[in-house]
């Protein structure tokens, strides 16, 4: 898998959780899906060459990112009633999680399920193209990786952090 990283079964047990939350509290107003529905999506690890070529193809920017977020569905009914709504792919660009990880002083794992949980919301339909958006979905964000003692990515590390009430 990589550095930062024991191997695929010790990841997919790590981001189970993590994604079962995401999708929890990513349900609601403007969501694809409803509450308690339920649904299925993938995550992928990629490398930068690959996530490069996506980014390029599908979004137009020739460069690598950390995360990229390829929804299958605008919240139409699978074929077969009762079947879980497939929301579509989250791809991470690994060598680059691992890169802003050491840069920011983050665990790469930490790091990883930040742009999992954030790729989800995506997929969700939630954005990030006004501040207020921006905000909403950091606030969403920041309340599940705490659900799982990840520090709040988007604090200034030299800050304490506060003390759960």
């Known amino acids: ?9 010790a990841l997919a047990a790590a981001l189970e959780p993590l994604v079962e939350a995401t999708v ?12 308690g529905r339920s649904a299925e999506l993938s995550v992928v690890f990629a490398d930068d060459a690959t996530v490069q ?5 599908y979004r137009g920017k020739d460069a ?15 074929e077969f009633p009762g079947a879980p709504l497939v929301l579509g792919d989250v791809v991470l660009a690994l060598e680059t ?4 990880a050491a840069r920011d002083g983050k665990a790469p794992i930490d790091h990883a399920r930040h742009l999992v949980v954030h790729g989800i919301l995506h997929l969700l339909g939630h954005d990030h ?3 207020a958006e921006a905000e909403a979905m950091e606030r ?9 003692g990840i520090a709040d990515p988007y604090s200034d590390p ?8």
């Open 140 to 148: 969403i964000e920041t309340a599940v990786l705490a659900r799982f």
């Open 129 to 131: 193209m006004t501040d």
């Open 53 to 57: 070529r996506l980014n390029r193809d």
């Open 24 to 35: 929890a509290a990513g349900v609601g107003p403007g969501a694809v899906i409803e509450p």
């Open 64 to 78: 690598p990112t950390n995360v990229l977020s390829f929804a299958l569905t605008e919240a139409e009914e699978p």
């Open 1 to 9: 898998m990589g550095p930062g990283f024991a191997n695929e079964d």
């Open 158 to 165: 030299s800050e304490p952090l506060p003390h759960p009430a």
């Open 97 to 100: 999680v691992l890169a802003e």
